[in-house]
Nanobody, 119 residues
Framework: QVQLVESGGGLVQPGGSLRLSCTASGTIFSLNAMGWYRQAPGKQRELVAR???????NYADSVKGRFPITRDNAKNTVYLHMNSLKPEDTAVYYC?????????????WGQGTQVTVSS
């Protein structure tokens, strides 16, 4: 089992910045991915950014260049640095860890943190 504890989020004006952090504990495979997904009202959950233990990074096109993701493997912590925030970034952001074993990856989720971008 894996537990994910998120922090950060809140209300910010357009153009502002926020940082989300997520720390994982429990059984973490050597091959894994940690990252962030988001879900806006009435929409499906979507990938924002994730970083594999190998260092490979995936970004949603909508956040490329604005939301760099970093990771501290010693602390099992991933950070999402959200810059130049837009109202359309408003959503609940969920931390995710995927353990890659012999078959389908096993996904774990945080409780979610609200990000609201509004003037």
């Amino acid at each position: 089992q894996v537990q994910l504890v998120e922090s950060g989020g809140g209300l910010v004006q357009p153009g502002g910045s926020l940082r989300l952090s997520c720390t994982a504990s429990g059984t973490i495979f050597s091959l894994n991915a940690m990252g962030w997904y988001r879900q806006a009202p009435g929409k499906q959950r979507e990938l924002v950014a994730r970083m594999f233990s190998s260092g490979v990074i995936n970004y949603a096109d909508s956040v490329k260049g604005r939301f760099p993701i970093t990771r501290d493997n010693a602390k099992n912590t991933v950070y999402l640095h959200m810059n130049s925030l837009k109202p359309e970034d408003t959503a609940v952001y969920y931390c995710n860890l995927a353990n890659y074993g012999m078959s389908t990856p096993v996904n774990y989720w945080g409780q979610g943190t609200q990000v609201t971008v509004s003037s």
